[in-house]
């Protein structure tokens, strides 16, 4: 009798575990620890970035390893705090052109859910004095891609959620 007191005790804390809010909230809580710490222990096969430095003198073009190039007219650009620039303007790039790279940077090509037939994905920071830099109103930054396919690509923006999964959706 006290074999099956204490089995169907067992049994209602296991059910109870499972139906326990507090519970489902700290499995979400860990799996979210643990997909973090899994993204963080990737980060070590990403892609490396490319740190090009230009003077905020003139106007330049900053060529990536890969081919993409980058037309920079500092007179369009200012910091996020209106602050002016500086004497440099450093260029962070980079080019991931291949489905090897694509995925150890965690940048598979997917858009809501569906897969896409990538023409490569690109990341261009623009800093200077430590300060991201965004353009001005009504300015646009220059930019051309190696061609990595025949096919016609369309431009699409990428946005990491809470996972840090990236999902791309199509420019307007």
């Known amino acids: 009798m006290i074999r099956i007191s204490t089995l169907l005790i067992a049994v209602c804390f296991i059910i109870h575990s499972c139906n326990n ?3 489902a909230e700290n499995n979400a809580a860990d799996n979210t620890a643990g ?3 899994l993204n963080d ?3 070590k096969y990403e892609a490396p970035s ?6 905020a003198g003139k106007p330049c073009v900053v060529t990536g390893r890969k081919g993409t190039k980058i037309s920079i007219n500092p007179d369009d650009l200012i910091t996020e705090s209106g602050k002016p620039l500086g004497q440099t303007i450093e260029v962070e790039l980079k080019e991931l052109t291949s489905q090897r790279q694509l995925v150890s940077s965690n940048a598979q090509t997917v858009c809501d859910g569906k897969l896409l037939v990538s023409g490569g994905a690109y990341f261009i920071g623009i800093t200077s004095n430590g300060e991201k830099l965004k353009l001005k109103d009504g300015k646009t930054l220059r930019v051309q891609f190696p061609e990595l396919s025949a096919q016609e690509m369309g431009l699409f923006y990428g946005q990491r959620n809470e ?8 420019t307007s």
């Open 21 to 23: 809010p507090e519970t």
């Open 35 to 37: 997909i973090a710490k």
């Open 41 to 43: 222990a990737l980060k």
């Open 50 to 55: 490319q740190i090009i430095k230009v003077s």
């Open 163 to 170: 996972l840090g999964q990236m999902n791309w959706q199509k």
